[in-house]
């Protein structure tokens, strides 16, 4: 009888120190869901600097049609994953990512001037919580997509970019389904999971103040003089704090 229940104590430090070692794993994987009014292309410097540094960056191309829609196209791309995960999302990328994150494989989470919502919470509900930022939106013709216009898109998207890169992410902008901004989170990672918070200081298109409100909920946060495109102003200061949040998760 001594003998079983050795054996099961050990047997059980075993297994504990594995599931551990797996917590602890190293964390080389950095998938990153872009926002509305974006499409991926924009974080082409901050993936390289990314990958030079060792990571393996991978970017959703989220369709945008709705924030299931949204989830599970990120999923699909978690599932292609060998090891943890760092989830990254700019601005409603945020909504997708504490969705998403709920991910056995994500270890954590970075919200890059995002939205990072609790239970029950909407991106209008939130957005609507702080005066609005200067944000010329638009509707299409079947009032079903929303829109920046693209005149406007330089001072209201990405104020701190060269002309011709706020002009290009104006020209590949994916427009938004109207009932992405409407849907409500279910269960929110940032609860159980490691989290950090990029404040965009110079954002006009959500609130500083708001997402200084919305960062306290990750304990982890940093501050930049930026615009909401701090990802392609500041690619090298995004990738410091996503690349700190990979080692602190690996310790």
């Known amino acids: 009888m001594n003998k079983h229940l050795t054996f099961i104590a ?32 924009g974080w082409r410097k901050a993936t390289e600097i990314l990958e030079k540094r060792g990571f393996n960056v991978t970017i959703v191309q ?24 760092l989830l ?33 919470e909407s991106l209008l509900s939130l957005a609507s919580s702080k005066p609005a930022g200067s944000m010329d939106i638009k509707e299409t013709k ?12 330089a001072a209201d998207f990405a104020a701190d970019l060269p002309k011709a890169e706020a002009d290009f992410l104006a020209k590949s902008q994916v427009f938004a389904a109207k009932q992405a901004f409407a849907a409500k989170i279910a269960e929110p990672a940032w609860r159980t999971k490691p989290s950090w918070s990029i404040v965009a200081t110079g954002d006009h298109a959500i609130n500083p103040d708001l997402e200084r409100e919305m960062a306290k909920r990750a304990g982890n946060v940093t501050e930049i003089k930026a615009s909401h495109a701090v990802f392609a102003s500041q690619p090298e200061k995004v990738a410091d704090v996503i690349e700190k949040a990979a080692k602190k998760l690996g310790e």
Request: glycine share 12%; proline share 5%; net charge negative.
């Open 142 to 153: 079947d009032g079903k997509y929303l829109y920046l216009d693209p005149g406007a898109f």
């Open 10 to 41: 050990a047997l059980a430090f075993t297994t504990a120190g594995i599931a551990f070692a797996a917590q602890a794993a190293a964390v080389k994987n950095i998938v990153i869901v872009h926002g509305a009014l974006a499409d991926g292309s």
């Open 88 to 120: 990254v999302g700019h601005s409603y990328g945020g909504m997708v990512i504490t969705e998403a994150g709920n991910d056995p494989g994500v270890a954590g989470l970075v919200y890059v001037a995002a939205f990072q919502p609790d239970k029950g």
């Open 62 to 85: 989220e369709p945008l049609t709705s924030l299931d829609d949204d989830v599970a196209a990120t999923k699909r791309v978690l599932d292609l994953q060998e090891g943890p995960t």
